[in-house]
């Protein structure tokens, strides 16, 4: 079955950065466009970023433009999420997802965002 398992968030301070991981089981990766999603604490799941297939393309939500920057290794099933400079307002959970709904995701990481 299709299993997405998120990793690499925890605790930083504002302007701290951290990489999230992705890996992906039960699908042929290289046919999905991948996405990143988020939920802030009692908010609704918000888009993040998409990469394309090949991951020579990818769009970012304008809070996250500049500061994120999502990237694939299809060899090995994996989506990652480098967030650098962040702040109070990234703390979320943070999802990888295979639709664009976000509703085919994994159980997320949490990031926190604090000093």
């Known amino acids: 079955q299709v299993q997405l398992v998120e990793s690499g968030g925890g605790l930083v301070q504002p302007g701290g950065s951290l990489r999230l991981s992705c890996a992906a089981s039960?699908?042929?990766?290289?046919?999905?466009?991948m996405y990143w999603f988020r939920q802030p604490p009692g908010k609704g799941i918000e888009w993040v970023s998409t990469?394309?297939?090949?991951?020579?393309?990818?769009w970012y939500s304008d809070s996250v433009e500049g500061r994120f920057t999502v990237s694939r290794d299809n060899a090995k099933n994996t989506l990652a999420l480098q967030m650098t400079n962040l702040t109070i307002e990234d703390t979320a959970i943070y999802y990888c997802?295979?639709?664009?709904?976000?509703?085919?995701r994994g159980p997320g990481t949490q990031v926190t965002v604090s000093s």
């Open positions: 039960g699908i042929i990766f290289n046919a999905y466009a």
């Open positions: 997802a295979k639709d664009g709904s976000g509703a085919a």
């Open positions: 990469i394309t297939t090949t991951g020579d393309s990818a």
